[in-house]
């Protein structure tokens, strides 16, 4: 055993985003990896003209479009991005407008895997002020092989605050909709 933890010796070591993942590959070929503490990725993008609506205000489809984007590029932060594919938007919900100019952070976090699928989690803010929450939601993505059909990822993530739990607990809820 490695490092202390429940798996074989690895054949495989490499990092992925600051985590040491341990692969040993099986008769099966069933993949498996350390389990990962929860990592929050921080995207930006400025609003420009081509973005609003007729109303002068942020679309909500290009919002939609980053907001699936930022939740991609988390998931690709832990996973190969070529085999990574968008199951489901869910509850996005847009609280205040957006105006011209505006300069928005998305931040994400994986908060729930299953075998083939994780769930990522983003919330929106303005970059000078955190604290007013434009819009969050969940998106979940399959893992899947070069034919497209889904595979399992190995990805196990153990939160570590309340707040975690509860993001893990919500998405898992979702899932069984």
């Known amino acids: 055993m490695k490092g202390g933890n429940n798996f074989p010796e690895p054949l495989l070591i490499y990092k992925v985003c600051d985590y040491e993942i341990f692969c040993t590959f099986a008769a099966d070929l069933k993949i498996q990896y350390s389990k990962m503490e929860v990592k929050k990725i921080t995207t930006y993008k400025m609003v420009k003209s081509e973005d609003l609506n007729h109303h002068g205000t942020l679309f909500a489809g290009r919002c939609s479009e980053w907001f699936v984007e930022a939740s991609f590029i988390c998931a690709a932060a832990?996973?190969?991005?070529?085999?990574?594919?968008?199951?489901?938007?869910?509850?996005?919900?847009?609280?205040?407008?957006?105006?011209?100019?505006?300069?928005?952070?998305?931040?994400?976090?994986?908060?729930?895997?299953?075998?083939?699928?994780?769930?990522?989690?983003?919330?929106?803010?303005?970059?000078?002020?955190?604290?007013?929450?434009?819009?969050?939601?969940?998106?979940?993505?399959?893992?899947?092989?070069?034919n497209g059909k889904s595979q399992a990822h190995g990805l196990v993530i153990e939160p570590k605050t309340e707040r975690e739990a509860d993001l893990q607990q919500q998405a898992a809820n979702l899932l069984k909709r």
């Not at 407008?97 to 931040?107: C, D, H, M, Y």
């Not at 989690?121 to 970059?127: M, R």
């Not at 002020?129 to 899947?144: I, W």
């Open 78 to 146: 832990s996973l190969d991005p070529h085999h990574i594919v968008c199951l489901k938007v869910h509850g996005l919900e847009f609280l205040h407008s957006v105006r011209l100019g505006n300069i928005l952070s998305f931040e994400s976090q994986i908060v729930h895997t299953g075998t083939k699928s994780l769930t990522i989690y983003t919330s929106v803010s303005e970059q000078r002020n955190h604290d007013k929450e434009l819009l969050d939601g969940f998106v979940t993505f399959c893992y899947v092989d070069a």
